[in-house]
């Protein structure tokens, strides 16, 4: 089974700050992994995923993530923050083997705020 | 290239009534996947569809709520006797596969508030 536990359900940054919303997972199998953003009144819209390739992952928006298996850690960084990223993020994790794996498990989310 | 597409985007029930939550895939995708958002949570996974199969209906809850996928038209969430708890945000996610190594494409959603 896995589970996702996201760190600080609100973080708060200056613009230009850099971001970091911080995700370890737990996995019986070598896992996939996601994050998602999701602004007010939308759907979730992917950022990146990391599927066992490149330990360190680029995304969309200036955003990226680096796999650590020692640390079952998957954190989400943005060197300088902007006024647009403020949403609420998600990460998400799949089993890549085995029954149910095309179930996504999410974390409860992280709201970003922006402050100018 | 329309993405997945559902209806309505905002829905509002009293207790006792039905509600009908609609999901068209995105083109060439066959599976479908429904998720709930209660508040201040994370997504919650409901079940799995393929066209006219359920295939995993392990987090739906045991009544009230039914999924079908009909070889035409869109997927259905329905739920009957709704009740205050019911009140959420309802995803609908699809792929052309069903293991799908790289993340689902999710739908805007369905916000069902029960008066």
């Known amino acids: 089974a896995q589970s996702v536990t996201q760190l600080g359900s609100h973080v708060s940054v200056s613009e230009g700050a850099l971001v970091l919303l911080r995700c370890n997972y737990s996995?019986?199998?070598?896992?996939?992994l996601f994050w998602y953003v999701q602004y007010p009144n939308q759907g979730l819209q992917l950022l990146l995923k990391?599927?066992?390739?490149?330990?360190l992952v680029k995304g969309i928006n200036g955003f990226e993530a680096e796999f650590k298996k020692s640390e079952t850690s998957f954190h989400l960084t943005k060197p300088s923050a902007h006024m647009s990223d403020a949403a609420e993020y998600f990460c998400a994790v799949k089993g890549n083997s085995g029954g149910s794996n095309y179930k996504l498990t999410f974390g409860k989310g992280t709201l970003l705020t922006v402050n100018p | 290239n329309a993405g997945v597409m559902q209806n309505p985007r905002h829905l509002v029930r009293r207790r006792g009534q039905e509600a009908r939550l609609r999901c068209s895939p995105m083109k060439g995708h066959s599976h479908v996947y429904w998720y709930r958002q209660l508040p201040e949570e994370g997504l919650k996974f409901m079940v799995y569809?393929?066209?006219?199969?359920?295939?995993?209906e392990s987090g739906m809850p045991k009544e009230r709520f039914s999924a079908e996928f009909p070889k035409e038209g869109p997927s259905i969430l329905r739920i009957q006797q709704v009740v205050r708890g019911d009140s959420a945000a309802y995803f609908c996610a699809s792929s052309p596969g069903g293991d799908t190594n790289y993340g689902y494409t999710f739908g805007s959603g369905t916000r069902l508030t029960v008066v």
């Open positions: 996995s019986s199998v070598p896992p996939y």
């Open positions: 569809l393929q066209k006219e199969n359920i295939i995993d």
């Open positions: 990391y599927t066992s390739a490149a330990t």
